[in-house]
């Protein structure tokens, strides 16, 4: 995608950062968190039937001017952008989500994500992976447990591909397999409209949102449910009843500016053909 006409003060602003511009690590990791923590993870507009665009006028216009999130292209697509405007060399891969399943289950390449080439070597950065996206860079090497402001990660190498693990309590959670070869944009374009228009895909049927919390703690919402986890490992759980909760929820919790009538479509979706029970293995 182009890069052409993005705006780099907008953006800054709508993550609240406000340090070094210097395309260093130090900067980056400002950056990761203050992204990751203020543009929630989202995938509501695909319940309504509108595929999500990757070019950065319309990334700018839903989640720097219209106060909204995005799913994982909108998000590594907008922070690419902000991130060669600010000079960084980078990468665009894609990965084989495996949350919640086996480490080597055969799965397509439907998540994006970036590597970032500094001095000190090359880092993941990944801000659009909901429930479990990193909050911090991270070195992009097997068998480094890395510290972030929320969980310890780290890659393992699994028939060439490096794997991201997090630990959660006193267990290694699978989040995704890296492959290692650079993506062209098209193929982006083409994973995204498999994933926003697939009848299988869990966006078409779900509200699922997802951001990172204080203290180390992560929130998600899949329909009725919202869960709160802590890095002990420990969840709390609650149920949404009524479109008041709901509209609570998006709004105050996730920072996501829904309007009314939207809300209650999504919430039409939901009832008519939403996931019933334990969440989507990917949002758990």
């Not at 998600?220 to 969840?235: E, H, K, L, S």
Request: charged content about 25%.
């Amino acid at each position: 995608m182009d890069d052409g006409g993005f705006d780099q003060e907008g953006w800054l602003a709508r993550i609240g950062y406000s340090g070094g511009r210097a395309s260093t690590l130090e900067t980056l990791r400002g950056l990761v968190f203050a992204h990751a923590h203020a543009i929630s993870y989202e995938s509501l507009d695909i319940m309504l039937g509108r595929i999500p665009k990757l070019d950065v006028a319309s990334l700018q216009k839903k989640m720097i001017d219209g106060g909204r999130g995005g799913y994982c292209f909108e998000q590594n697509m907008l922070f690419r952008a902000g991130l060669r405007s600010l000079g960084y060399q980078l990468t665009s891969l894609q990965g084989r989500v495996v949350r919640g399943l086996d480490i080597d289950a055969p799965r397509p390449a439907i998540h994006m994500l970036l590597i970032v080439h500094l001095p000190e070597g090359d880092y993941l950065a990944d801000v659009g992976f909901g429930n479990l996206a990193p909050t911090a860079p991270l070195l992009f090497k097997p068998g480094i447990e890395q510290e972030t402001p929320h969980e310890t990660m780290r890659f393992i190498d699994v028939g060439g591909e490096l794997t991201l693990q997090s630990k959660l309590g006193d267990e290694w959670a699978h989040v995704y397999r890296v492959i290692p070869y650079p993506r062209y944009d098209g193929e982006y374009e083409i994973t995204n409209w498999f994933t926003s228009t697939h009848p299988d895909a869990p966006y078409h049927s779900n509200m699922i949102a997802a951001r990172p919390g204080p203290n180390r703690t992560r929130i998600t919402m899949f329909n009725a449910r919202v869960t709160v986890r802590y890095p002990d490992g420990r969840a709390e759980r609650r149920t949404l009843n009524g479109n008041k909760e709901y509209r609570h929820v998006v709004r105050e919790e996730f920072g996501l500016n829904v309007s009314q009538e939207d809300l209650a479509a999504m919430l039409e979706v939901v009832e008519q053909r939403g996931a019933k029970g334990a969440p989507h293995p990917f949002f758990s």
